[in-house]
Each structure stands twice: as C-alpha cells, then as structure tokens.
C-alpha cells in the first residue's frame, strides 16, 4: 500500500496481469469485496467502496497530460461488455487506478466519469485473459 502523499506507481498490462492472477477464487467468493466484483464496468458509491480495497498503482501515463478517449473494441465489444478487452492505453483504463483486495486479492480497476451534472465513480474486476 502506498503512502497517501507518495505518487501512484505507474503500472503496464503486463504488471496489471501479475496483479490479477494473485486472485485467490476461494476467498473471493465471499469477501468483503464482494460489491466491487464486477466483470463490466459498474457504477459504486463511496458508501459501498469495500474498505479492503488499497490503492495499488496508476495505469495513466504521468509523461501524458490528456488521454485519449477513443476506446479499444476489435471484436465489436462495447464498453459495457463483460468481455471488453482491457485495453491500459486506452479509454477508460488509460484513466484508472490499480486496486487490490487486502483479503482476497482480487484487482479492480476504478476512474471517476465527469459529466455536466454528476461524479460518478466506476469500477470493474480485472480479467487477466482480457488485459491487452
């Protein structure tokens, strides 16, 4: 777990695919982070933000001051597909931050979407077969 004021290591897919594998299946089915297991992206509140969750790393670019939005989608998946590629340069992922579950190991992937009128926070599971 990093120091609150220590910038986020910056992490690649392939680290991001080390991350995730450490998922221990059979604590995860009834962890504490249960609510942030999500396989497509999902909004989350802060009030059901599991408190075993530690910020872990970034997957945005420090050397790149506005990512791009263009998202990745070669098979014709959407955003919201379960089965979207994890794409870290691009978007969402390019604005991430790299979580981890202090009990069962489960990586998420968590970025705040700002609209005209709402923040909202979103969060997916990370799928090591999807990460590119």
Known sequence: MTHPTEPLPS???????????MRDEGKARACACLAAQQVAWESITDDRWPASLDKVGSLR????DEPTFEEFHPNGTRYGSPDAPIAVSWFPFNRCDVYRCSRCST???RYTEYGGYYVDHR????????IV
């Open 123 to 130: 969060v997916r599971m990370t799928a090591p077969h999807l």
């Open 61 to 64: 670019d420090p050397t790149i």
């Open 11 to 21: 992490m690649d897919g392939e680290q991001l695919r080390k991350l995730a594998l």
């Open 107 to 109: 990586a998420f992937l």
